[in-house]
């Protein structure tokens, strides 16, 4: 499979339905923004970050800062919320995306990524699902994160974190409480997204989804052909998570046509055969976006090659990930925890993140050393 050395989870391509004027949509935006009571939203130790936004923009920029610009799925995602929370979800997209670039790090990670559980039912086949000494019960790394965990850096999190994902190493809707979990987070983040195959997405959990605070909703799925599908998706049916994902759709048109959440199918993509113009014929009608990500070989990265990267790894400064366990990790192309930080449940979020451990690797990876750590030293994520 060909590899890129690229930003993890960046799209090799994306479809998006409901085009925009993007001229008439930068005139409303700026109007929200100088509208001073949507800022008091923002945090005041962020306003002076309210200030780059709107000079990036709208003017040309602030000297000696990298600019902040606007994809069109992020575009998508403004425009799916209040406007009153617009400045807010700006400052944190700005950390999201600037913070790497200029390796500062503050008080907490611009994104959480929480495990509700490591184990899957499915074997990509680019998946570290497929290690055996990973997905092995007795080893360790297998099991369902407990409500108390969840909440507790839930809690954490509100007001502090913006962006959340819930899924990481294994399929978040096998977790027994998932649906407790989805309804913790109603009304808490600006963007709550959710990764899942779609092969356990039956009706209850579809409601339990709409009726949570998730706003991006992603089915990965890579093909459009069943036998490509399985081939990929290992375990997976392409006919099960289509009635699967036309069932949400229409539980959606019918109970709650005012939710805004984004739905989108995302495949991995690994070759060739794999066509985006096929996907969106296939799927485009089920959901607002289609896309490929790039493929990042994670899957046996601790026995690859080492690569000859000295590029510092953004997600150092963007996101933190937390484990069913309540382990905290930089990563999760590190997938067995080499580089754990520590546990959730001895230390919060914020220290952990500010944690002497979590500097000095950040501080490993600008002196162009990340050659001496493992597994950064064979991952290509920049
Ligand atoms: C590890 S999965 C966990 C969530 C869920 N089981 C699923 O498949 O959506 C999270 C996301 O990573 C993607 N993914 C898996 N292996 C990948 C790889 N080698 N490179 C890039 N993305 C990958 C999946 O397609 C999915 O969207
Ligand atoms: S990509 Fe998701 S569904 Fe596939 S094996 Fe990995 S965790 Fe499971």
């Not at 499979?1 to 930003?7: A, L, N």
């Not at 997209?93 to 500062?104: F, G, K, L, V």
């Not at 409601?207 to 093909?223: P, R, Y």
């Amino acid at each position: 499979m060909k590899s890129v050395y690229k930003k993890y989870n960046s799209f090799f391509g994306i479809r998006i339905k409901n085009k925009y004027d993007l001229k008439i949509f930068l005139v409303n935006l700026k109007s929200v923004l100088n509208d001073k009571k949507n800022s008091l939203r923002v945090k005041k130790n962020y306003l002076k970050i309210l200030d780059f936004v709107k000079r990036d923009l709208f003017e040309s920029g602030t000297k000696g800062r990298p600019r902040f610009t606007l994809s069109p799925n992020v575009i998508k995602e403004i425009q799916s919320i209040d406007k009153k929370d617009i400045p807010s979800y700006l400052v944190h997209r700005y950390r999201y995306e600037i913070y790497p670039q200029m390796r500062i790090s503050d008080d907490f990670p611009p994104y959480l990524q929480i495990e509700p559980t490591s184990i899957c039912n499915y074997r990509c086949v680019f998946c570290y699902q497929t290690d055996n000494k990973f997905n092995k019960r007795s080893n360790g790394f297998m099991g369902h994160m407990k409500l108390d965990t969840f909440k507790l850096l839930i809690d954490q999190a509100e007001g502090n974190i913006e962006f959340i994902s819930l899924a990481s190493r294994g399929e978040p809707l096998l977790c027994p409480d998932i649906k407790e979990m989805l309804a913790y987070t109603r009304e808490k983040f600006l963007n709550l997204k959710i990764n899942t195959n779609a092969s356990l997405l039956n009706e209850r959990i579809s409601h339990s989804i709409l009726e949570s605070g998730v706003k991006t909703l992603v089915f990965s799925a890579d093909a459009a052909d069943t036998n490509l599908y399985s081939k990929l998706r290992v375990n997976g049916k392409l006919e099960r998570i289509l009635k699967n994902i036309k069932r949400f759709k229409e539980i959606q048109k019918k109970n709650y046509s005012d939710t805004k959440i984004i739905t989108r199918v995302s495949g991995v993509k690994v070759n060739n055969q794999q066509n985006l113009n096929e996907m969106e014929k296939y799927w485009g009608e089920l959901v607002d976006q289609v896309a490929f990500v790039n493929y990042v070989p994670w899957e046996n990265v601790y026995e690859s090659k080492k690569t000859a990267i000295q590029t510092p790894c953004s997600d150092l400064w963007r996101r933190m990930f937390v484990w069913w366990d309540g382990k905290a990790n930089p990563c999760d192309v590190d997938y067995k925890s080499k580089l754990s930080v520590g546990y959730t449940k001895n230390n919060n979020i914020s220290n952990l993140w500010q944690s002497s451990s979590y500097r000095k690797l950040r501080e490993q990876h600008i002196k162009k050393l990340r050659r001496n750590v493992s597994p950064c030293n064979r991952c290509v994520v920049v």
